[in-house]
């Protein structure tokens, strides 16, 4: 098993959301004036995120404590043929204030057997042990809650070198069902545009995207689609 990779510097995230409906046009400026990503420049991610029976990650969330965690096993598929890839990561995300870090452990599970698996069932309880054996502690014990899929594509500002990344057809497509009542797939209203970098406002190059319907607000995809599912607003 390979050993886990962390982040070596705590970098910030800045988060702009939008209407979903106008991601088209966002994703035809951001193509007109930045560079694709040379390594990922799209694709489809999906995560299944992990909580306690008691919803301690997410209540982390809602009480808008200074530190906040998130546990996620993701992978990824082909933007185009939706075809997922073979490999996954074991995910754990701190968030200190604006200051993120992040641990993420290579799997043998495979995109397509997490693609399929029940969600309500035994065979992704035993994937956060992973963690212990690489000397990530989590206390309590996890359960799959639900699986989260979405569209980014991610480019490079190249006058001030910025990530950029946005996040699009943002949806929860199943569930577990033990935790959560039964729910159709959906897809959230929102898309949301990041920076990722020592900054927390735009770059002036990129002042025209508030014209375009992009405003700065934290938001959670986690947070959001629990809402969604329960029916409930924080």
């Not at 098993?1 to 979903?20: G, R, W």
């Not at 598929?77 to 074991?90: C, M, N, V, Y």
């Not at 920076?195 to 735009?202: D, H, S």
Request: glycine letters at 4%; proline letters at 5%.
């Amino acid at each position: 098993m390979n050993q886990p990779v962390h982040d070596s510097v705590a970098t910030h995230e800045t988060k702009f959301i939008l209407n979903n409906i106008t991601a088209k046009v966002i994703i035809q400026w951001l193509q007109s004036r930045n560079k694709p990503d040379p390594e990922f420049p799209a694709g489809i991610i999906s995560s299944i995120y992990y909580d306690t029976w008691d919803w301690h990650f997410l209540r982390e969330k809602v009480n808008s404590d200074y530190l906040k965690t998130k546990v996620r096993i993701r992978w990824y598929a082909d933007i185009d043929s939706e075809k997922p890839e073979d490999k996954s990561f074991l995910e754990v995300k701190y968030k200190v204030g604006s200051r993120r870090k992040k641990i993420r452990i290579k799997t043998d599970y495979s995109g397509s057997w997490l693609s399929s698996v029940s969600l309500d069932g035994q065979s992704l309880l035993k994937i956060p042990h992973l963690l212990r054996s690489h000397g990530v502690v989590i206390n309590g014990h996890l359960y799959p809650a639900f699986q989260i899929t979405y569209k980014r594509l991610r480019f490079i500002e190249p006058i001030t070198g910025v990530r950029l990344c946005l996040d699009y057809d943002i949806g929860a497509p199943r569930v577990n069902r033990q935790m959560l009542p039964r729910t159709h797939p959906f897809w959230l209203q929102n898309a949301v545009f990041e920076l990722k970098g020592k900054i927390n406002e735009l770059p002036e190059v990129l002042y025209q995207l508030t014209a375009l319907g992009c405003w700065k607000q934290s938001f959670s995809k986690y947070s959001a689609c629990y809402q969604k599912i329960m029916q409930v607003a924080f």
